[in-house]
């Protein structure tokens, strides 16, 4: 049974940082792509990050790049996302992906005021 259990968001004034977390269970994070999505009330789900098996190779959407890094803890099966410079319209709910194997966690609120 696989489970992605997000943690870390809260709410934090502009500029602030935080630092999301997405623990694995019953799923190698070290031997899977794993990314972030973020959903804000109103829009569509959108792509934040994404951290490869080969090479350690990342990908950044642009509305992130230079602030936002993933990162992966292959000791505790985790996931990382280090958000900084937080902005208003980075308020959402960050989900958790194992990118290819389709499993969604719950996700973690993040509003930036």
């Known amino acids: 049974h696989v489970q992605l259990v997000e943690s870390g968001g809260g709410s934090v004034q502009a500029g602030g940082s935080l630092r999301l977390s997405c623990a694995a269970s019953?799923?190698?994070?070290?031997?899977?792509?794993m990314g972030w999505f973020r959903q804000a009330p109103g829009k569509e789900r959108e792509v934040v990050a994404v951290?490869?098996?080969?090479?350690?190779?990342?990908y950044y959407a642009d509305y992130v790049k230079g602030r936002f890094t993933i990162s992966r803890d292959n000791a505790k099966n985790t996931v990382h996302l280090h958000v900084n410079s937080l902005k208003p319209e980075d308020s959402a709910l960050y989900y958790c992906?194992?990118?290819?194997?389709?499993?969604w966690g719950q996700g973690t609120q993040v509003t930036v005021s």
């Open positions: 951290l490869y098996t080969v090479g350690g190779r990342t």
């Open positions: 992906v194992a990118w290819e194997a389709g499993y």
């Open positions: 019953g799923y190698d994070v070290s031997r899977n792509c």
